[in-house]
Nanobody
């Protein structure tokens, strides 16, 4: 089992920055892929960014150039640096972990990000 705990969410003005953290614990030996997704009420959860093997990354078109995903394997933590935030980035952000890209078996409880205009 793997446990994921997100932190770093909050309220920020448009144009501002936040850094989300996802601390992982448990049986990490099988975890090779981690990701950030987000969800707003009434909509499906959507991809934000993924990181595989500690260095291969993917980003949703809507966040390219503004968000950066990274992983510190020594700390079992994945980060999401969010710059130039927009009101449409407002959502609950979830961290996922799994054996390979697009297969995330473990999820955190989510952290709220609110961007005011």
């Amino acid at each position: 089992q793997v446990q994921l705990v997100e932190s770093g969410g909050g309220l920020v003005q448009a144009g501002g920055s936040l850094r989300l953290s996802c601390a992982a614990s448990g049986s990490m030996f099988s975890i090779n892929a981690m990701a950030w997704y987000r969800q707003v009420p009434g909509k499906q959860r959507e991809l934000v960014a993924t990181i595989t093997g500690g260095r291969y990354t993917n980003y949703a078109d809507s966040v390219k150039g503004r968000f950066t995903i990274s992983r510190d394997s020594n700390k079992n933590t994945v980060y999401l640096q969010m710059n130039s935030l927009k009101p449409e980035d407002t959502a609950v952000y979830y961290c996922g972990a799994g054996e390979r890209l697009w297969k995330y078996d473990y999820w955190g409880q989510g952290t709220q990000v609110t961007v005011s205009s």
